[in-house]
């Protein structure tokens, strides 16, 4: 099985950015992190980071037919872009919507998603561990249990 | 570690109640598997459901001071109850928001949350498997990674 | 065929509850009149009043398998109650909504129906005689005209 | 007692017109179930239909002090039409709103009715059926149980 | 003169639930203060908490006739609840809304109450002291100056 | 100076209809009363009502070339009729708005006109005179003080 | 019959302000007038303008008892100021909304009226005749036609 | 092929009504233009004007079974006529929406138009040229490319 | 303990205006009454009652430093003057907001307070009353019970 | 005369993505038969496809002084960038908005167009004929009928 | 050249009035800088505070012909008051707004204002510095670069 | 210090881009004065322009911890944009929002300013002059008057 993990704009900034909200974590530790847990489950993973909306919709354009699911935290673009939920549709994988914060919990603009309707499934506010999370949710879904 | 479970309105008819939308599985089954996973963890689990809304706030007050953390799927009450918000809060016990179905993609009554912004986090979209992953999710943020 | 009768928050009062708008006839009367209706139809009525909303769902899933349609005056808890929507459509029995008064030209806050979509159809503004016509209306549309 | 009843645009098609969403009787069947039925009430009939609003307008100006109440089923003119309401409200005669359908589980549009505010009841959802129940509804209401 | 004293669903919890917002008084303190008020007025008191709303609904069906005025504070349920004010509507008897906070200094939804519009009068903000304000009020307009 | 005065839908009802709201003067006493203004300002005036939105589209065009100005009653139409303003617009010819109440004391869909954004001027409440002072604003706009 | 016209904030600048909006009349050009066409009346006409919301308040405080009816161009007060309303309704003097522009073909701010609900009629689009109109209409309606 | 073209209230004055917004052909020219295209790809054509929203509801009505597609100009009926559209549905024929003007450049009323979520395609803001290319989608997808 | 009592627009007109809103005693009634229940309090009052909202201002300025708290009934610029807010902020004077009526169950216009959000507390609805429970309330919070 | 085909996000999936809704023919194809009509009316055709919309900006910078038209389909882009509309009023390059599918029968967030206030005219909803038709609309008006 | 410096309500307060927020600088301060620059400019300048509405309107009267552009600081009157709006248009002076916070970095009600619109430009954010950027500001508009 | 000045899309067009709204000077005269007035404090200036959102963001990022404040012209994506506010506020660098134009007086869609919010200050409507005196109020604000 192959997972693409995909993270939006600003997320680079990861442990040096407004660390009493995001946390101490960097994306290298998230990475690291996931890698480990994906050998657990035999799952191939690439991980990216993306401060475009283009450049973002062009990596889950390479996702088609070359992977089995996909993890998105699309950062601030969740709330507005309806391009990026026309690429995840148009590749056809599926995905999980992933959140270091309780979105839901934040300014009124951060509690929307575009993208969600066609999610897999949510999950947030657990910091890095939502990443985690996510992926056994996906992996869960996507090879259902016997 | 204790952690409560607790579920809203409806959720007695899980298995049987519209197979497309919410599975087969019922909500013994999501205990029975909840349990085993609580095991492995060493957590012990209470596991409750509830129709009326005071109900199922009493059922809240009861943690105050008896639980650690707690996983509510408050069903319809998700989208409209000030008052089980104001219970949560009120017994200072760390919750997790569970939805078997991934609530943004459904109709739009369903996609707002008067609970979320009192939560630790929001596990949705996942099915049984979304009991599970709050479990860990609340296992890993109130005992933190050492 | 099995039919029954539901009625929710403040109907007990009825006869005494701002008789100028709801009419001097009492719950009891209403239930007469049904139960005298419903024997020329061959149709078993059970009817029942229920102020709490969590009481009244269970009334609901106590009628999955056990009866054929029901009528249902979920009085102010139409506006806004999804949890008895959902139970409604849970248990799979097709249902009429009913009113005494027209609920259209009351106050605003009345004029919305969180059931009516999942319901057959819907009689309101003749009183008691509401329930009669619901009850003719539900019967020739589950057991339509040969 | 005399009874007219009154259908407003596009029901002339009835029968034909989307036969999933309004089913296969006609007008003329509509017409001939309702006559019968009046006559055992001992009512006198008139029935008839208008694709224009202004001549919707006039049959219900004809209708001053020739008639005891009326059905209007005004179709797409029930969700905009302050001059029919007008009209009705001015001619002094008791009406019941009527629909085929549940108005209020299709789209936005047709779940407002600006004329229901001025209606004795509204009976909707049960097809051909509603028009029978609003002609008892309204007979019960316009010649009170003794 | 008879008063009942209705409290909604949390307020079991005051003096420990968030005192920061709510204080350390508890319910049974302010039952304490008022109770010696009423004395001085000749006012006989009842006094309850209820966390349901089909409960408190009760408890209000359960004052006609046997009480001349009430205190209600509400709770969560004052901002939603027409099945609330409809019973109050119903039993015909004067209450004053209560507010231990000041409710237009909060949380958006917490800024509009449902009952109001029925109230004799709003007391708010005073902490406990805002029952024994709306005592005074509610006994001066329901026996006024002579 | 030729000046049309056209009236919308249900004004034949005048003198009959509400009369608490529209006063007991019919539309003819009206055209007697503004024929009589008319003649001292050497106007000569064309006076016709019509209930269809349509016609009243047709009548407007007709007077194209043909009139120096307009006094518009258009009743319910007032309100929405974007196509009634088009005709207006098209024909250029100046028109005062006229209603016999005053619009903005009345019910929120009556307060809003579509037509007023292209007209001379708006005169309302005043009940028949109405129509003579729009007549004596229109005279005086067209034909200005020396 | 005594009679007061009030002009609110900015119409002091009459004549120089915005001439392509407003024309070229100074406000003493129409007090001018309009005094003229009281006399042939019989009517004692007093003319004032305020700038100040509060000024505005007490002058027409002082017209309690002392004048049949009023005129009243309240500027841009009229389209926010509920003092304003409230004075007037407090001193129970019939008054007509008057405006030089036709409010409604202006943006939208200005196309809404906080006093119009509670005046006899509103008269605006005509310039300075406007005020000529609206005396007219007020002495006939006041002074009813015999 | 046979196609008809429907035309909406006020384009009769086509050519003479505001032709810096309509431009100066007449709907004869645009008849004649549209005749000599039809020609070229075998459609028969039928090409009428109705000012009445019923007219043109009965106009719609007779194409049922009688031509196999329709231009649809319905001017300022386009933004408001739930009775068109479901005539349109009714009848079960294909229609473009047509409009000579880029409607979503003009004045926010005319920016929605209620029929095109019933149509295949709509074309507008290319003037007289608007109907030929309607008519050249319309053919090309009805009969569809070989 | 020296306690201003400021009293906003109309507020003189008390005892003549509307008297079956506001009632029949006067602001001097009120004041001879508050006067009397300070006595008891020992507490220094000052009254008084301004138009406009400027010298409402001023009123507040000059409370700085020489006043321990103020009742203020801000008439109608309470439901939107911000300047009166900010003043009320800027002088750090605690207030307690009052209403002779219940303004919830009054229009629109008056359920929503601009000041309320900044206030101690708010009283409502008890008539000349609504003055001696706040001022109870004042005292009570401003000199806690020891 | 030359003319510039842009294509936004995702557009490079067609043929591929979602065929149910955007059909089969892919870019190159839609390409290949606008180039065999750009070449009927003598017209240089330049084609492109940009994912990010700052390159979409830049494509249409370059056409400044270089080209004499442009048919737009900016994908999911066009419902909410201004600075892409911002980039067309800047070049003064005259466009017609294109889509495959009528975005008006779609997701409301699909039904309003940042774009089309700046437009000449819009064509969607023909499938790859809606580019032929943008052409040939576009072609007739920037060189006008002689 | 002569500039106006307008100060609005609350702002006599500066210095005291919660410093954290608006800083420390008094008024006086502020006109003592100003002076200083605008020496520097050879600009005559007048400064002024006014608390009430009506005030500042004539403030703004009284320069009319006396003065070449003015700065306003209209506190909370921004964003409500239209009346200010037209004395500033009525009075044909150019002015820069100007505000000590950035107020759109507070509350809501202070994120839009009434009178930018008609403004030169805006300056908020600098505090005491705002004041010197917009003189700066003005001066360059009304005497451009040369 | 160290100051860059960031732009954003479609600011390179300038001084050709509708010249009537944004000034003949280009982005390179605008980058001349400001270099010459940063001269004066001592200030090194970078200066860029982007077209791309995700290049904004990435500029942005290369300003952590390498200088001291910015000027932020982010034309058409300051009404919409999160990703840039996030970034901004992710650097920790004070930034002042630039408009050449006064953004309140131009199209609805242009008057909210996502990125304001975070800003120290805004600054609109001067032209060129714009970033001028954005600069002075940076350098005043971070390097504070002895």
Redesign the interface.
């Known amino acids: 099985m192959r997972v693409a993990v995909l993270n ?3 997320l ?2 990861l442990g ?3 660390p009493s909200v995001y946390g101490r974590e960097t994306l290298a530790d998230i990475e690291r992190r996931l890698r480990s847990l994906a050998e657990t489950f035999g799952v191939t993973l690439t991980f990216s980071q ?6 973002l ?2 990596a889950i ?1 390479a996702l ?1 037919g070359c992977c089995d699911g996909a993890l998105l935290n699309a ?3 969740t ?5 990026i ?3 995840l ?3 056809e994988v599926p995905f ?1 919507e992933v959140h270091l914060t ?1 979105i ?2 934040r300014e009124p ?2 509690r929307h ?2 993208l ?12 890095a ?2 990443y ?2 996510a992926l ?2 996906l992996v ?2 996507v090879v259902p249990r016997g």
């Open positions: 939006g704009p600003n680079n900034l040096k950015r407004e993306h401060n475009g909306e283009g450049e919709i062009e354009h088609r950062g601030a673009y709330h507005s872009s309806l391009a939920r026309d690429a549709v148009g590749v999980v309780n839901f919990s603009e951060r998603s575009m969600a309707p066609a999610a897999l499934g949510v999950v947030c506010g657990f910091g561990d939502s985690e999370l056994r949710g869960a879904r």
